[in-house]
């Protein structure tokens, strides 16, 4: 489990083990877990490319994600949340070559501050 990218990223970005169970963890949670320190747990990931620093700055909603495995969560099974994890880890890889922009994302959220509430 370790070693498949697929794993760490259910693990460490969207709160599933490998039975497909929900259950948000920390990096201080998961390294003790795995009998690591948070430092290697970092290492670990950035060897995957998934070091939170590369993933916050790639273009893909991961938050959004992660609210919509929380929410399935509540009325899926394990197999259900594990097949919505691989839609999921699929799109991240896609999206892992475009760099966010966070300039257009700043210049986005003043334009829509400035509409008129509806």
């Not at 747990?41 to 495995?69: E, I, K």
């Not at 929410?71 to 892992?96: P, V």
Request: proline share 6%; net charge negative; hydrophobic share 35%.
């Amino acid at each position: 489990m370790l070693d498949d990218p697929f794993e760490m990223f259910c693990l460490y970005y969207l709160g599933l083990n490998p039975q497909g169970e929900y259950r948000f963890h920390n990096a201080n949670q998961i390294a003790r877990e795995h009998n690591w320190s948070v430092q290697e747990l970092l290492r670990h990931l950035s060897g995957m490319n998934l070091h939170p620093d590369q993933v916050v700055n790639t273009d893909f909603p991961l938050a959004r994600y992660q609210v919509d495995v929380q929410i399935a969560a509540e009325t899926s099974n394990g197999l259900q949340l594990r097949s919505l994890a691989r839609k999921i880890y699929e799109e991240f890889l896609r999206a892992r070559g475009r760099p966010r922009d966070w300039l257009g994302e700043i210049e986005q959220e003043r334009h829509d501050d400035n509409k008129p509430p509806n």
